[in-house]
Every structure is written in structure tokens, then in C-alpha cells.
């Protein structure tokens, strides 16, 4: 079964750390690019960060740019997000999926855009994140 699957997600107080993993079982992640999201409660799905397979380019939002990094193990079949000085507004459910394309930049029929989630082949369901003292 082709399938994407999260974990590592947890209860840490602010400032501490989590890695999240993305592992792919049955079909390989070479050729996907794979961007995670995450959505908090009554709030929209956003996009967090995203990996490209064609030359390894990494995208951030602003809201986690210097504190989360996003890197992917070919041999293990997985991405990986490293989440350092969370803050409660990091608490979400976060979420990968995978686009063939390859690259996280695609054009949405209005603008070019590197965290959007059209077109994903793959989605996982997600684990929880909560960031709280």
C-alpha cells in the first residue's frame, strides 16, 4: 500500500524541539518533492516548509525560517523536520505530502508559489504538535 506516514509529533514546553518524519512505504520519494503543512484548530492549512528532489532547495515560511529545517534521507525513504525554539503557535496537527513534480516551485495558475498544496499525489494524516507550558 502506497502511503505516507507521519510521526514525532508530542507535547514539549516553548523553546524545545521535535523532529518530525515523513516515511514513504510503497513507492520511493526520490522524484517527490515533499512539503509539510499544518493546521491548528479553526484555523486554515498552511505551508511550513518543502523539500525539492531535483536539486534539494529548501522553501521556509517566514512564520519558521531560522528555527525549523527540512532535510530528506534518500536510503532511509524519508524527510525529515527538525522544529527547534517551538513556540505555542507552532501547535498544530502537521501534515507531509508529496508531489511528483519534483519541485517545490509550481505555478497555480496565478502565481508562482512554493508552499501551495495543489496537486499532491500524497498526503499522510498527520500528527499532533502541541507546544505548551
Known amino acids: 500500500q502506497e502511503q505516507l506516514v507521519e510521526s514525532g509529533g508530542g507535547l514539549v514546553q516553548p523553546g524545545d524541539s521535535l523532529r518530525l518524519s515523513c516515511a514513504a512505504s510503497?513507492?520511493?520519494?526520490?522524484?517527490?518533492?515533499i512539503t509539510w503543512f499544518r493546521q491548528a484548530p479553526g484555523k486554515e492549512r498552511d505551508g511550513v516548509s518543502c523539500?525539492?528532489?531535483?536539486?534539494?532547495?529548501?522553501y521556509y515560511a517566514d512564520s519558521v525560517k531560522g528555527r525549523f529545517t527540512i532535510s530528506r534521507d534518500y536510503a532511509k525513504n524519508t524527510v525529515w523536520l527538525q522544529m527547534d525554539s517551538l513556540k505555542p503557535e507552532d501547535a498544530a496537527v502537521y501534515y507531509c505530502a508529496a508531489r511528483l513534480i519534483g519541485s517545490c516551485i509550481y505555478y497555480n495558475g496565478s502565481a508562482y508559489v512554493a508552499l501551495g498544496s495543489d496537486g499532491m499525489d500524497y498526503w499522510g494524516k498527520g500528527t499532533l504538535v502541541t507546544v505548551s507550558s
Open positions: 510503497g513507492f520511493t520519494l526520490d522524484y517527490y518533492a
Open positions: 523539500i525539492s528532489s531535483t536539486d534539494g532547495s529548501t
